[in-house]
Each structure stands twice: as C-alpha cells, then as structure tokens.
C-alpha cells in the first residue's frame, strides 16, 4: 500500500499526504514539501503544529478530524 501510495504521490501534481489519527504525517509527497516548507522526509512523524502557524495549524487539524469522524475522503 505504501509503495502505490507513492508511487500515486511523486507522478501526482496536486497535495498528497496521508496521516495517522493523531496527525502525524506517514507520507507526504513533494508538493506537500513545497507549500509547507519541509522535506518530505522531515515531515514523516511531524504534525501541522510543528511547521504551521498555530492559526493554521488550528484549521488543518480540524479539518483533518472532521475527515476522520466521517470516514470520508475529502478535498480542501
């Protein structure tokens, strides 16, 4: 699953991540690493508290767990 999910990621444009239910990052593709300022790699395990704004931060985690109640996925 993880070698599709990159594979999907590095040929994808758009922002591709995947995140475990306390919010750590398990995958973030390079347009990911582009908008947040952060490798890739350095992502893996961090939150959005570690690199964002806490406004931002605020927003992205409550999204995240809106997400995860509904079991859906989501564009935002």
């Given at each position: 699953a993880n070698s599709l999910l990159a594979l999907v990621g590095s040929s994808a444009?758009?922002?591709?991540?995947?995140k475990d239910r306390e919010g750590r990052y398990l995958y973030a593709n390079e347009a990911v690493a582009a908008v947040t300022?952060?490798?890739s790699p350095d992502l893996i395990g961090k939150r959005d508290r570690d690199w964002a704004s806490p406004a931002d931060a605020a927003m992205l985690e409550?999204?995240?767990q809106r997400i995860m109640s509904a079991g859906l996925t989501e564009h935002v």
């Open positions: 444009p758009g922002l591709i991540f995947a300022g952060v490798p409550e999204n995240d």
